[in-house]
């Protein structure tokens, strides 16, 4: 039985290089009501490619095409503080399992580690080209970052020299995923894969082929059971983490999905597609749970532009997006 889904637009959090003003707007979502239109806020000087919570839930940490790294407060809206230190934009971030260090990758080929107590820069590395996705081990003592370059670096954090290497790519690597125990790395390719690989040897698990225009995002649900994918052809699609035998298919958008977040509990899936969408769906049936499902009613109430970015607050009680259109929004979720 499809689960009702209620949704508060709790707040709009618009974030300025210069750390400006924030607004506030609610609006309530039933499942497939209609919605009411919010006001459009201004933004950085640049979309937004990244949002990311600290593990405590008590930041949250942004970043994109004007290279700087803002940290706030889900709870008044208000900047705590911002910094710069790439060349480039900014297209991934993540932070320690313990929350004192955030990793930053960008177009710049660099891997940044900061200090979030004080912007401080710790370390860094440059690889051969881009960077596209970063992810910290469980435990926190591996990072994993990958890109254009088409190979995987596993890490060392507290010197960030390597420890070892995935290569073989056949087109760049878009996204990763650590299993919540550790052992299993995923990446979504754009060569239409998506695999698995065991992290202490590199050796390849899986290899699941049935993407289409690029596996584009990839996520594996807390409970360490299932194993989300995203691709070009703008589906999402649902697989058991141990085999690789299909679960489910959420179809429904009209473009790329960009990052996928299963919920704390794993009940739900949060997607975040190039068609302006940010949605919900449960992710055994494939079915769509909301906010709104057309790209009208999404612009409504949500994004004016791609949604790259999707993340759940840690206690699951609210989700962050961000986008090309300079704004990160967050909304207060419950599922009835």
Known sequence: M????????????????????????????????????????????????????????????????????????????????????????????????????????????????????????????SDSDQILALAFSPDGKLLASTGRSKTVIFSDPASLQPVRT?????????????????????????????????????????????????????AFSPDGKMLATGAGDAKIRVWDAASGSPIATCAGLIATIRDLAFSPDSKTLASASADHAFALWNPTTGARLGPGRTPAEQAATGHGSEVNSVAWRPDGTIIATGSYDQRVLLWAVQIQ
Request: glycine fraction near 10%; charged fraction near 20%; charge should be neutral.
């Open 2 to 125: 499809l689960r009702r889904l209620a949704l508060l637009l709790l707040l709009v959090l618009t974030v300025s290089a210069c750390g400006g003003d924030q607004s506030y707007t609610a609006v309530t979502v039933d499942n497939a009501a209609s919605v009411a239109r919010i006001k459009i806020l201004s933004g950085p000087a640049g979309g937004v490619n990244a949002v990311v919570w600290s593990p405590d839930g008590k930041m949250i940490a942004s970043a994109g095409d004007d290279r700087a790294i803002y940290l706030w407060d889900p709870d008044t809206g208000k900047e705590i503080r911002h910094w710069s230190g790439h060349a480039l934009a900014i297209t991934s971030l993540a932070f320690t399992p313990d929350g004192k260090t955030l990793a930053s990758g960008g177009r710049d080929k660099a891997v940044i580690l900061w200090d979030p107590a004080d912007g401080r820069q710790l370390r860094t590395f």
């Open 166 to 218: 995935i290569k073989g790519f056949g087109d760049r690597v878009n996204d990763l995923a650590f299993s919540p125990d550790g052992t299993t790395l995923a990446t979504a390719s754009n060569d239409n894969k998506v695999q698995t690989w065991d992290v202490a040897s590199g050796a390849k698990k899986l290899e699941i082929t049935d993407q289409k225009a690029g596996a584009t995002a990839v």
